[in-house]
């Protein structure tokens, strides 16, 4: 769902319920350093350049080790977990020298795509083994849409492709999607952001409308974020039609959340 349509709200019930009934379950939001099936701040690096970096910053870059793992002629680095386990601060140099490579931001389209697949696909390998079962908010839909639309402006066909791509590595998983439909974008974006800080607001519409997207569509400002996400909307309930596993499409606009937590309940009943 859009910002605001109560994904976090619904993952931490989807758990919470899980616990009640004991069965063993692991909650991953947005912005998870440690998130199995996206990148959250980390960087593709040529080996070249890594070797670079690794001369330059000689007396720091062991605290940059640790988070080093090669990937055929590129390694990844998880910067951002490198910083907060770092026993000295990683000069501010270094880290944005790293993060030039971020994959979601500075890594061509076609090597982003490959990464994620890969990911998804050692993440179902992964859980193939496992009883434990994982929620995952947001990261199918929303976060390849901010990368391949709002970022790349690769096209609506490309993005579709991704993600039914991403879906073909879990299917044999059952997952199940639950997808939070607000009718009206406008109305559900002037509710959430009396909700968060102006910081978050002003992102999201720089983001949305000052990069490849916004710039080759002319989108500006407040307005041009709301026809971004009614875009992506469109797109999603397009993709959610072709996929190979089961869906649930809810109609979130009274934010009745008792009703909202009966419906998931009871579905989730037929699965446990």
């Known amino acids: 769902g859009i910002p605001g349509s109560g994904k976090s709200t619904l993952s ?21 350093l440690r998130h199995p099936t996206d990148y959250e701040s980390v960087a593709c690096v040529p080996n070249e350049e890594l070797d670079r970096l690794r001369s330059s910053y000689a ?13 055929g002629n590129d390694s990844l680095i998880a910067y951002a977990l490198a910083q907060q386990s770092a026993q000295n601060e990683i000069p501010s140099s270094l880290y944005e020298e790293i993060r030039r490579y971020e994959i979601y931001d500075g890594i061509p389209v076609e090597k982003y795509c490959e990464l994620m697949v890969q990911r998804w696909s050692s993440f179902a390998k992964n859980q193939r083994e496992k009883d434990k079962l994982v929620i995952l ?27 039914l791509q991403i879906a073909e590595q879990i299917q044999d998983l059952n997952p199940i999607l639950f997808y939070l439909k607000q009718p009206s974008v406008r109305e559900t974006i002037e509710r959430v952001k009396t909700m968060r800080p102006q910081e978050w607001l002003d992102f999201v519409i720089w983001y949305h409308t000052e990069q490849d997207y916004g710039k080759n569509k002319g989108l500006h400002g407040y307005d041009g974020y709301i026809q971004f996400l009614e875009h992506r909307r469109e797109l999603e309930l397009h993709i959610i039609e072709q996929l190979p596993f089961q869906t649930f499409i809810m109609d979130n606009s009274d934010y009745d959340w008792e009703y909202q937590q009966r419906t998931v309940s009871n579905i989730m009943m037929k699965y446990l």
């Open 12 to 32: 931490q019930y989807i758990q919470d319920t899980l616990n009640t009934h004991l069965i063993e379950s692991e909650l991953f939001l947005e912005g998870n």
């Open 59 to 71: 007396d720091v870059f062991h605290d940059i080790d640790p988070f080093v793992s090669l990937s």
């Open 137 to 163: 908010e947001c990261c199918f839909l929303q976060n390849p849409g901010c990368a391949l639309l709002a970022r790349h402006d690769a096209g609506n066909d490309r993005f579709v492709q991704h993600v």
